[in-house]
């Protein structure tokens, strides 16, 4: 069909249309990466698919089985960063609820993540405004590097760009390009565009307006042969009202060493193609090997039926075409049948496989036992699976800091254009995103120890609230009211800590976890059994371990006026005397 190409990259025609205007396309010096890139994702090259030549001359075909090793990198990492338990809130509580909505009803989670694999996979994606005034609707639509074309861009990030896609109108494919500009709607949308050409005077959108406006859509279209036309229906200019970037760019946390100071990313297995070629090449000799060496048995002539053929000679009749492990021995009568079974080397072949399989987990973000095999018999915990793979962890914060700012920005940009149409929304305020790690963390003990903290009175019922399930402040703090743990003014911000004059002493909270802050830290419990007694959560310094900022928790018991005497509450020993916390910093004499 018309249009239906094995593979979409900008048309020459497009291009030479944005030179015309002006831009330089950074597109064209990352395009041979991108190439390759795309091409490893597919399995596709001279790697899988090339000639060899047999003993007698004879040239043939050979295709090398492959597991898609740099396609199963990338969805890997898109499963790990983004699911549908993703959540995106806002300060104000109704936007909030209104993106979630809108998130349900549109399938953009789902989307995000494909966007994310192919990000990762050719190093650049991107989410853009799509909108249909017509309808009063507003879609986000996902592409990828081939399709990016930034416009304007610097060591921030990319402020203005161009989308290229193909449509089809009436049956015929066009080609649609969509630039997301930034300034007022009088405003010329190229820095060359205008009623009197690049030399005619007028206010100039990138030098006079790049500080303020709105951003706006430009729409073009041309057909196959590089002919502009014009869709019924499309607007050529739309104002969306955001002075958020109506785009968000994704790439993967990884610093681009194939072109310096290009708005485009690098793959995720940029440095790990030759590993690629490992993990294939082992398997594909594993397959061979299997292939190779199936059991042959071989016949003599008496074990074989005849028939006549169309010339009336005797023949046998073969087992068929297709069929590989019988043969004929011919003019033999003796050993009527013969076995042949060759032994395996496939554990060898196991162990290299499994080498390979670790060199490209490790040099993909993921961590040596990540694709191990011989590391998936037996379920772990989330908790386990931090522990024995740090690597992994400090990775996935790394992505997730940056898709988190590509979220939020097109969050931002989608509820200005809402509001555009008519959309009765408040301002949202500050927008955070709350990923998912329940697979490679322990949420359960996070959400449990977050506990601890309010019960110690280090952390605000609301607080927990709003952390753990996406609410706003005001909201937050209304809810824990209604269950009773807040006062009715500000909270219980103290209502854990020992030492007020009548309050009852409480059980210590052993795992309350210590702030990273150096010193002496305020009495946080009371151990049952009266006043002079308290829990201390104390980081000692480098003056009293030999490692800096250990964590203990301590048990102090006061001796006299001003000193403390404090214990471990492993071990109770060795005790340390000192001045009480209050009276270090200054502060009241005396106990709790």
């Keep these: 069909m018309q249009g239906l190409d094995d593979e979409y990259w900008v048309p020459e025609h497009v291009r030479e249309w944005l030179r015309s205007l002006g831009f330089s396309l950074p597109l064209e010096d990352m395009e041979p990466h991108i190439r390759a890139w795309d091409r490893w994702m597919r399995a596709l090259g001279d790697f899988y698919d090339y000639r060899d030549t047999d003993g007698v001359g004879r040239v043939y075909e050979v295709h090398r089985r492959s597991i898609h090793p740099a396609m199963r990198v990338c969805r890997e990492w898109g499963s790990l960063l983004l699911n549908d338990r993703t959540q995106v809130a806002c300060a104000e509580q109704a936007c909030t609820d209104w993106l979630a909505a809108w998130m349900a009803r549109t399938g953009f989670l789902a989307s995000a993540q494909e966007c994310v694999v192919r990000a990762f996979g050719l190093g650049t994606g991107a989410w853009a405004l799509w909108v249909d005034a017509g309808a009063g609707e507003v879609r986000v639509r996902r592409y990828d590097a081939r399709m990016v074309v930034p416009l304007t861009w610097d060591e921030e990030g990319v402020t203005e760009c161009a ?7 009436r049956g015929k494919a066009v080609d649609q390009v969509q630039l997301h500009l930034r300034g007022s709607g009088g405003a010329f949308f190229s820095p060359s565009e205008s009623s009197g050409g690049a030399s005619a005077a007028g206010p100039s959108r990138l030098t006079d307006d790049e500080s303020e406006g709105t951003y706006r859509i430009v729409t073009a279209c041309f057909d196959r042969d590089g002919n502009r036309v ?39 297995f940029a440095d790990a193609v030759d590993t690629i070629q490992a993990v294939d090449l ?12 199936k059991m042959r048995v071989f016949l003599s002539d008496v074990m074989f039926d005849v028939e006549r053929d169309g010339k009336g000679s005797r023949v046998s009749i073969p087992f068929g075409k297709g069929d590989c492990t019988v043969f004929r021995k011919v003019m033999s009568s003796e050993d009527t049948i013969h076995e042949f079974a060759p032994s395996l080397r496939t554990e060898a072949q196991a162990r290299a496989f499994r080498v390979a399989l670790q060199t490209l987990g490790d040099l993909c973000g993921f961590g040596i036992n990540y694709f191990d095999l011989e590391n998936v018999g037996y379920v772990k915990t989330a908790t386990e699976v931090s522990a024995d793979n740090s690597a992994l962890m400090r990775n996935i914060r790394r992505h997730e800091h940056a898709l988190e700012g590509a979220l939020a920005g097109i969050c931002r940009a989608l509820m200005a254009a809402e509001r555009r149409l008519g959309v009765e929304l408040p301002d949202e305020g500050l927008v955070r995103v709350t990923f998912d790690d329940s697979i490679i963390t322990d949420t359960t003990a996070e959400k449990r120890q977050d506990m601890d903290e309010v019960a110690a009175g280090l952390l605000e019922p609301w607080e927990y609230r709003a952390k753990w399930y996406g609410k706003d402040e005001a909201t937050a703090r209304s809810g824990a009211a209604r269950s009773g743990t807040v006062d009715a003014g500000r909270g219980r911000a103290g209502s854990a800590s020992a030492g007020a004059d009548g309050a009852k002493a409480r059980d210590a909270a052993a795992a309350v976890t210590a702030r990273s802050t150096p010193g002496w830290q305020r009495p946080v419990a009371a151990v049952p059994g009266g006043r002079r007694n308290i829990v201390l959560l104390v980081l000692l310094d480098r003056f009293f371990s030999p490692r800096p900022y250990r964590q203990f928790l301590v048990v102090c018991r006061k001796r006299g006026a001003g000193q403390t005497q404090c214990c471990e509450a492993s071990s109770l020993s060795p005790c340390l005397v000192g001045q009480s916390s209050r009276t270090r910093k200054g502060g009241r004499r005396g106990g709790t």
């Design 282 to 293: 082992c398997y594909d000799a594993m397959m061979s090997e299997i292939d190779n060496g």
């Design 163 to 169: 989308f290229v896609t193909r449509a089809f109108w």
């Design 230 to 268: 014009e869709p019924e229906g499309v607007c050529p200019v739309y104002d969306t009202g955001s002075v958020w970037p109506t785009f968000s760019i994704v790439k993967p946390a990884i610093d681009n060493t194939r072109v310096d100071m290009s708005p485009y990313g690098q793959s995720v």
